[in-house]
């Protein structure tokens, strides 16, 4: 099974940018962020096709965040720009061997990493 882990967290002001980084110990067809707030359930944010040639986002953070892959590193990233205080969250890495934007269909999870963003 590939081994995830995220880094790159932390606690910054509204409209402050973070990138994450997700290191995998091996490639999966398809990589995701997730993200999940106390209290909600966990909500995808970015996927994309190991490859690079397809990407989704959702709608709350198009335009805002960007996720990308450096294939030689085997390292998925989250660029977050224009940060608002709803995008607080534990943010996960995720792979699985389709496309899916559900959670429960991903196999392998990162530890999580935690992004607080004050107004």
């Known amino acids: 099974q590939v081994q995830l882990a995220e880094s790159g967290g932390g606690s910054v002001q509204a409209g402050d940018s973070l990138r994450l980084a997700c290191a995998a110990s091996?490639?999966?067809?398809?990589m995701s962020w997730f993200r999940q707030a106390p209290g909600k359930e966990r909500e995808f944010v970015a996927l994309?096709?190991?490859?690079?040639?397809?990407?989704y986002y959702a709608e709350s953070v198009k335009g805002r965040f960007t996720i990308s892959e450096d294939n030689a590193k085997n390292t998925m990233y989250l660029q977050m720009n224009s940060l608002k205080p709803e995008d607080s969250a534990v943010y996960y890495c995720a792979g699985a061997t389709h496309y899916s934007f559900v959670p429960r269909e991903y196999t392998s999870w990162g530890q999580g990493t935690q992004v607080t963003v004050s107004a």
């Open positions: 994309i096709a190991w490859g690079g040639t397809t990407t």
């Open positions: 091996g490639r999966m067809l398809c």
